[in-house]
């Protein structure tokens, strides 16, 4: 084979493979928020004040799974003050959805823990409003609702 047809045909297949290719390091919006959430149920586990003073705006407003209404100083007086259990804590089930500066995310969270001697299991539902500043997303409202048992799998 001429050297020549050797060339064409390395650059024709390394021209397919970086057509193909997504460039490394580059995530979409809805990666990234499904990221920070991850990270905030990390944070808040672990008492990471810095992660939930950036991730959470200064408007932040909260509905509890009992009903009850928080604010940013809430919820991290919540993380500080967290001193339960946790064996695992997953988050799955996601849905993003951007509009334009704005978005919703939903998804499920599940816990899972020693209580009273007994491993317990507890599912929520969670609906978290972002807004994105100064090329960050920051959270403006979160509402959960505890499921009285552990959702259907799809």
């Not at 390091?25 to 586990?45: N, P, T, Y």
């Not at 200064?58 to 940013?72: I, R």
């Not at 609906?127 to 959270?139: A, I, N, P, S």
Request: charged letters at 25%; proline letters at 3%; glycine letters at 6%.
């Amino acid at each position: 084979m001429p050297r020549t047809s050797l060339i064409g045909i390395v650059v024709c297949v390394l021209a397919a493979n970086a057509a193909t290719a997504q460039p490394r390091g580059v995530r979409s919006d809805q990666q990234i928020l499904m990221q920070l959430e991850r990270d905030w149920d990390r944070a808040f586990l672990h008492g990471d004040i810095e992660f939930l003073q950036n991730v959470l705006a200064a408007e932040f407003v909260a509905t509890y799974d009992d009903g009850s209404k928080g604010d940013k100083a809430r919820e991290i007086k919540l993380a500080q003050e967290f001193n339960q259990q946790v064996e695992a804590s997953s988050l799955d089930d996601f849905t993003v959805k951007i509009y334009g500066e704005t978005a919703i995310v939903w998804f499920s969270r599940h816990l899972a823990g020693p209580r009273q001697g007994k491993r317990v299991e507890v599912h929520f539902r969670f609906t978290d409003v972002f807004v994105l500043r100064d090329g960050r997303w920051q959270c403006v409202s979160s509402q959960s609702t505890k499921l009285a048992e552990a959702p259907a799998q799809r």
